[in-house]
T-cell receptor, first 110, second 112 residues
Framework: KQEVTQIPAALSVPEGENLVLNCSFTDSAIYNLQWFRQDPGKGLTSLLLIQSSQREQTSGRLNASLDKSSGRSTLYIAASQPGDSATYLCAVYSNYQLIWGAGTKLIIKP | NAGVTQTPKFQVLKTGQSMTLQCAQDMNHEYMSWYRQDPGMGLRLIHYSVGAGITDQGEVPNGYNVSRSTTEDFPLRLLSAAPSQTSVYFC???????????FGNGTRLTVT
């Protein structure tokens, strides 16, 4: 059974730092992996989708990588800003379902 | 552009009551789904639909019913509310099941 883990559960860093969020999964047979952002009291916003054949995707200051063989994905945020404060969730599409991690709550201190 | 619209935003029910959470999307998406989100856990899939007239169960379907009579609407019915159903419910849609998901803003449900 596919399981998705995000560590740490919470992270607090000063503004301007580059940071990495981690996502690991137990079964490498995935179709794609998605990263989402969730703001308090809001729904989720899709940030990046990486197909299983890809190694990385970039959008602005965000870069997501995928290593299926090791069951890991990272979300790299460059030059962090207070507006990046949110919960970041990853989800893998596997066996026709999205399996979700519990998320990492990110706080960027001004 | 409305995207995915969920109503109501908040709801309080007594144990045993029934209600329907509404979800509508205006993007002509074939795939729609309902999730619940509980503290410290990932989202869990309740039910999903790959097109009008087609629905299927997800990971946690017990106590919930769905129907998909049109492409736009995908209501979630709680048959007899229980305290264990206290949660935040999200509706999401996408072109296909493996495409980027678009989420509504959620319904916070409390069952007393």
């Amino acid at each position: 059974k596919q399981e998705v883990t995000q560590i740490p559960a919470a992270l607090s860093v000063p503004e301007g730092e580059n940071l990495v969020l981690n996502c690991s999964f137990t079964d490498s047979a995935i179709y794609n992996l998605q990263w989402f952002r969730q703001d308090p009291g809001k729904g989720l916003t899709s940030l990046l989708l990486i197909q299983s054949s890809q190694r990385e995707q970039t959008s602005g200051r965000l870069n997501a990588s995928l290593d299926k063989s090791s069951g890991r994905s990272t979300l790299y945020i460059a030059a962090s800003q207070p507006g990046d404060s949110a919960t970041y969730l990853c989800a893998v599409y596997s066996n026709y379902q999205l399996i979700w991690g519990a998320g990492t709550k990110l706080i960027i201190k001004p | 552009n409305a995207g995915v619209t969920q109503t109501p935003k908040f709801q309080v029910l007594k144990t045993g009551q029934s209600m329907t959470l509404q979800c509508a999307q205006d993007m002509n998406h074939e795939y729609m789904s309902w999730y619940r989100q509980d503290p410290g856990m990932g989202l869990r899939l309740i039910h999903y639909s790959v097109g009008a007239g087609i629905t299927d169960q997800g990971e946690v379907p017990n106590g919930y019913n769905v129907s998909r009579s049109t492409t736009e609407d995908f209501p979630l019915r709680l048959l007899s509310a229980a305290p264990s159903q206290t949660s935040v419910y999200f509706c999401a849609s996408s072109t296909y099941s493996n495409s980027p998901l678009h989420f509504g803003n959620g319904t916070r449900l409390t069952v007393t």
